[in-house]
């Protein structure tokens, strides 16, 4: 062995490399090629999703003597450094500013030329206010002005704390605000409108005037009355808690010299950007992430959270799951356990396999179509006359239901293409054993093959709330929205709202990135979107990958 | 123990009732709900299929009674919106109004004076009537629908007598009338009888709005037309806007009188029959949307001419567009459809209905009595004829898509505002008299177009990494390239969209050449380095062992890509150069590449499809394909290479031919994947339905047509359901493919199963 190893044998023929050497190197560059893009793309994302999330140091930056740029009105200007690049025509090089306060510039982001900047410096004293509107607020703190009339200067060593406690206070009171707000008067509203459809339904019952529809009207009056006088307390409420929420105010400085305040009430959270070490960096980053998951959108999706489009996605893929897994299973037992093989079934199962090839869109079109126009139309007609009368639709319009169910119908041929190959990997000699024990073909069916077939059956629903998970196409015609005022699943009866629109990840992106009226703003957080979705759906299909190499390796042992 | 209890019991091999009651209960409701749920999602195309089907129907036209006029003689007939109240003219100046299953009644617009010519026009509701005495009066003709406890009622007509207007005539007879009205203007056309010969006037009434209302019209032009027309003025049309005057002469030839500030001039003038035996014109109208004149001659051929301009002209002219089959008679009616470019030609007894854009006769027929005036109602779904006895005779008329059909779709049309025929998507417009141009053509070249870039993009590197993976990778390398390429398949692709038209779009834009340098750099110096490095002494060969050769040109990609990168702008400043506006020669690659070919260079291009949709195919490709190949029988490499075969040519000689199929099957897969793509498209393309080849234009293709037009089509209508045909089309394409796929991967397996 070590001789060969230390100088060549053979003919100088046989030294060199064998025929087509090159061809295998140019496959090579293949495989290659295709796995730098993926790990490009992905790199990409992450590389550009992450950023969101990481706080950045914001720059205080002073122009060149005499440079004057739009809008800034001075020569200093504070903002966090996105990008850098070179113009294409002139070759010098410019750098992207967000600079929050657009309620004092107009705009968040400026391109700024290299040659104006005169210096860059990272001042601690910056603050960097996050509030409901209008992007963060950045400045140098001058004063809490208080609800007393008691001003506290930002020298003062208790500026943080009182600052601190007056956000929490004040996010106390928003929620409470949210809780009166959509909870209380939005249950107020909806009973209104009910009671709306109930006197239409009265006058329709008695058309002519009589005692009856007297006291049909009575009651409803008076019930709104009711109602009435219950919305009168909670607005009054509410104006009390708004103006609570208005009573605080912080006087801050931008850095070209101007003075603005803020409500604190519409304040989320603050931070000194340039103050920040690594680990309260890290920690930022940890809570702007968990803000991210678990918050409302502000500013037309730009800004905030996407939970809503995460639970949007998370209930609809469940009901999708619900949906195709009983009907795609009981297809495929049926064609591979009842149905006489033949040619017939075997041109079924090509057309149903190649049902998986269809695309999306037109199963978009065929939910439109039939459930939406047909099937909803008939719910509506049936059920909410009095709605459908008015032109109100229930059921005739986009919603959870019908996206559920356009989303089964599409990954029905997946569910059913993996659990045929399940059974179908089922040992012969399993089944033969237990029919030879007397047991039934269904009780063979169902504690012999489907048992052994279950995780092949999983690994087939698993990709099938993959795909339902990032499809987008159909759903744009069936019930998607950019923004849904209220969540599909609720604790307020009937629980699941079928009829609901609702938001998604996917569709999300898609607006954020061609919808949006501020594409600039929207980029960063359409990544950090498009990183979610992608981890989402990665992880459902590593799991069907990891499933079906352990059943692999199962059926390998147990043959027999 | 007893006896008995050592006879076994006869029945303890009988399965239970209950357990044979649950399996044939099991049974029938599997057998049941699994046809139940194949039919279903079969069910899909045929639900489709049936929503496409009223495209291609022909209109039905039924009879629908008829109804007695007092004996007069009638000048005109009309219908109202809803086709209940069918009324007509009167030469006594009645307007008599025949109610369905009501009592006739009359209303009387002129008194005493004789009638010599009158127009109506439906669209703008308006009856001008041309009196003895040169007066013309004005009359509105609206209906109204009364309402009972939400129900419909009766129809009313609602009659408005205008002023007359004392018009110059000169004392001649009116012998034809036309105008146009609009809120500030109103234009009145007449030919005028003196003698032996015709003049041609026209008179321009203007009135001012107010904040108190709109005042009266008062006359501010009169113009005497004569002079820019040759021969014997014989009839007329004007044009809803009041800027277009059309005159036909006894000799067939028509004028094009344009109305430019408050002075008319000829612009063009033609003789639409001139080839013909008989060019005098018979009927003619324009139709809605004032851009065709449907034209008839007096032996019943009927060709109608549209505004465009011409090929190297500067103004819109007319241009024959159409020609439909003679009638038998000469035409006496004409009536323009209120609601699309349909129109109904009477010639006699003979009734034609025809749609201009498709160049269509919808329906034709011989009535059985002569027709003397016809009407069709707005909501298009009544005529009316008026015969020569006195009678109304209505039609139900069923026709809610004629401007659909495989004409329409498929082939190539002149539409109006084009210079030649041609395939054009463009379904909605801003008005009801707007043209839909719906052919299917320029969408599934656009599906076709974006398809093959991406498959060129994708095929090789898909095939070259499946060929790799499955003959020369370690068995370990294997089981984590596999799965990362399959993750791939499962990016959804609104991210790819996402990707492709906000960062890969701007990125590349001005980098072109740098794409082009690596696309020639790339697999060259791979090969080269694959060459040198077989031509290397074998010590040093085996520093890198068989299967690990891609982990070599992950840097050597990387270095590679970022050396191109840098290397395209220098390729572009001295082959790409052009001058600029400045008359300075830089080196710009999208400039040149529109000064050289003459096509624009567009930012979303297919360049981009081609690369992200290249990502949606390459792991469906790569997978089928990988799997195809390994799973050809060990037995067929392990005898090439016994034979002293090298690995390259047993992977190319014995086990790519053996899995050919399987290769293609793969390529069919993807094919069907990239067709069907909407996201990606939707987002990273212009959506643009043009026509052409050019690798930087964008394209709308069948799905994101769909995506982008379904949500705001309304239900039933003909852009509805055109969509739903776009959809039939991409389901029986990708199901097409699929299944090609699919007898081939089956064919495949036999095969190995005899090896």
Known sequence: MSARNDKPTGSADERRAAAGEPMVWLSGMGLALGLLLIIGLLGIIVRNGIPYFWPKRVAEVTLVQGAEIAGIGGQKFSGELRMQRTKRDSGTE????????????????????????????????????????????????????????????????????RLEAIIDEVSDRRAEIKHIAKGKIGKINRKIDALKFKEIEARKKFVEPSDKLGAALDEIETERARLEERYEVLEGELNELYELQEKDHLIYRISSGQESDIGLGETIGFHYPNRLGFVARCGLFLSNLWAYLSQDPREANTEGGVFPAIFGTFVMTLLMSALVTPLGVIAAIYLREYAKQGPLVRAVRISVNNLAGVPSIVFGVFGLGFFIYIVGDGIDNFFFKTKASEGIPTFKTGGLMWASLTLALMTIPVVVVATEEALAAVPRGMREASLACGASKWQTIQRIALPAALPGIITGLVLAMARGAGEVAPLMLVGVVESANELPLTTEPPFIHMDQKFMHLGFQIYDLGFQSPDSEAARPIAFATALLLIVLVVILNLAAIIIRQRLRKKFITSTF | MSPQSRIPDPDRFKPSRRVLLIDRLMTKLISIGGIGIIAAVLGILAFIAWQVVPLFGKPEVAADGELALPAGDYLMAGIDEWGELPFALASNGDLVFVPVGGEVFKRRVVDGAKIECIVYRPSDKRLLIGLENGSVLPVVIDFKRNFQDGEAGSVEPQIEIGDPLDLDLGGGKLTDLSFAESDEARIIAAIVESGETHQLKAFRFTRKNTLLGASKFTLADSYELGGLIAGDPLKLAVSGRGDMVMVANSEGEVFYLHLEGDRFALRQSFSPFADTGAPQLATFDFLI??????????????????????????????????????????????????????????????????????????????????????????????????????????????????????QAYFGKIWYEDAPGPAYTWQSTGGTDAFEPKLSLIPLIFGTLKGTLYAMLFAIPIAILAAVYTSQFLSSRHKAIVKPTMEVMASLPSVVLGFLGALWLAPL?????????????????????????????????????????????????LIGLGFACWHLGPVIERVFFVVTADDGQRVGDFTAWWYQTTGLRYEQRNCLIIGVMMGFAVIPIIFTITEDALSSVPESLRSASLALGGSRWQTAWRIVLPTASAGIFSAVMIGLGRAIGETMIVTMATGNTPIMELNLFSGMRTL???????????????????????????????????????????????EKYKTI
């Not at chain 1, 005169?118 to 509107?133: M, Q």
């Not at chain 2, 309304?714 to 990708?734: D, K, Q, S």
Request: one cysteine or more; a negative charge; proline letters at 6%.
């Open chain 2, 508 to 556: 590349i834009e001005h980098r072109t050449p740098s794409l082009a340098l690596m696309v020639v750099a790339v697999p060259t110096v791979c090969f080269l380095i694959g060459f040198c490095w077989s031509r290397l002494p074998i010590p040093i060969r085996r520093r890198i062992p068989p299967g690990k050769e891609f982990l070599v040109f992950a840097p050597v």
């Open chain 1, 94 to 161: 410019e750098s992207q500013f967000y600079l929050g306060n657009r309620d004092i510039y107009g705009f968040s982001f400026k391109f700024v030329d290299d040659s104006q900047i005169a210096e860059l410096s990272y001042p601690e004293g910056l603050i960097s206010v996050e509030r409901e509107e209008y992007g963060r607020a950045i400045g140098y703190p001058i004063k809490l002005v208080l609800a007393d009339g008691t001003e506290l200067a930002a020298s003062d060593d208790e500026f943080d704390t």
């Open chain 2, 289 to 406: 949307g004032d851009t065709t004149l449907a034209m008839s001659n007096m032996a019943g051929l009927n060709r109608n001419f549209s505004l465009f301009i011409p090929e190297g002209g500067d103004e819109r002219l007319f241009g024959q567009t159409k020609e439909f089959a003679s009638l038998d008679a000469t035409p006496t009616v004409l009536v323009p459809s209120l609601r699309n470019k349909s129109f109904m030609l009477v010639a006699g007894d003979e009734a034609s209905l025809r749609h201009h854009t498709t160049n269509d006769v919808r329906w034709q027929e011989r009535l059985g009595f002569q027709v003397a005036h016809a009407a069709i109602n707005q909501k298009h779904n009544r005529i009316l004829f008026l015969d020569q006895a006195d009678r109304f005779h209505l039609y139900e008329l069923d026709d809610p898509h004629p401007e659909a059909g495989w």
């Open chain 2, 703 to 749: 799905s994101a047509n769909i995506a982008t037009e379904l949500p705001e089509a309304p239900e039933g209508g003909t852009l509805y359901r055109t969509l739903f045909l776009g959809a039939m089309v991409l389901f029986m394409l990708t199901f097409l493919l699929n299944t090609i796929a699919e007898v081939l991967r089956q064919h495949l397996r």
